[in-house]
Nanobody
């Protein structure tokens, strides 16, 4: 299983970014996929997940601002991030659960300036 994350960058507070995580196989074969983020000196925290059945869950700190979705034709999971805040700054990692094994993609840096 390979996961390729992309879409990070520098944006001003209030702006938007769209992260993509392209998987090497069908995303419906994964029990779940999700996005985590890690700020310098902090642990890696859950941002949002989506199950193979389409169920979604979000961290409280992104409720109403971020949306996780799937593009099945491209085997891609997308994180649309709106109303970004400086506290959203960090490295965002894509994660997949497949056959009881967790896989991580490389991180993509998101920086939100005030």
């Amino acid at each position: 299983v390979q996961l390729q994350a992309s879409g990070g960058g520098l944006v001003q507070a209030g702006g938007s970014l769209r992260l993509s995580c392209a998987a090497s196989g069908s995303i419906f074969s994964f029990t779940s996929m999700g996005w985590y983020r890690q700020a310098p000196g902090n642990q890696r925290d859950l941002v949002a997940t989506i199950t193979s059945g389409g169920g979604t869950a979000y961290a409280n700190f992104v409720q109403g601002r971020f949306t996780i979705s799937r593009d099945s034709a491209k085997n891609t999971v997308i994180l649309q991030m709106n109303s970004l805040k400086p506290d959203d700054t960090g490295v965002y990692y894509c994660r997949a659960l497949f056959s009881r094994t967790i896989y991580w993609g490389q991180g993509t840096q998101v920086t939100v300036s005030s």
